[in-house]
Nanobody, 122 residues
Framework: QVQLVESGGGLVQAGGSLRLSCVAS?????????LGWFRQAPGKEREFVAA????????YYQDSVKGRFTISRDSAKNTVYLQMNTLKPEDTAVYYC??????????????WGQGTQVTVSS
């Protein structure tokens, strides 16, 4: 099995920054997995935020976070990061990391973390 554990969430004022981390472990975790970040705000569906290919050479972002968020990965540490700058109140959500064979819609990811809360105050 694969376990994904997120950390780094918290409360921050608008305009501030946070860095989320997600560590993957487990016997079946593949270094060839794509890794992604999703978020879910209260009363809303889970939405895509960012994703990175297994090699790290391709990254993808939701339009609303382009230029503010940066996804990266350290394959040696089985860790994916989400650097979030210039945070806005509408970024408030539970953030989940996910791993799967390819970048895509949520159903393409096989493994999910438990989530970490990000709250941005105005």
């Amino acid at each position: 099995q694969v376990q994904l554990v997120e950390s780094g969430g918290g409360l921050v004022q608008a305009g501030g920054s946070l860095r989320l981390s997600c560590v993957a472990s487990g016997r079946t975790f593949s270094p060839y997995y794509a890794l992604g970040w999703f978020r879910q705000a209260p009363g809303k569906e889970r939405e895509f935020v960012a994703a990175i290919s297994w090699s790290g050479s391709n990254t993808y972002y939701q339009d609303s976070v382009k230029g503010r968020f940066t996804i990266s990965r350290d394959s040696a540490k089985n860790t994916v990061y989400l650097q979030m700058n210039t945070l806005k109140p509408e970024d408030t959500a539970v953030y989940y990391c996910a791993a799967g064979p390819r970048v895509g819609l949520p159903h393409t990811y096989e493994y999910w973390g438990q989530g970490t809360q990000v709250t941005v105050s105005s």
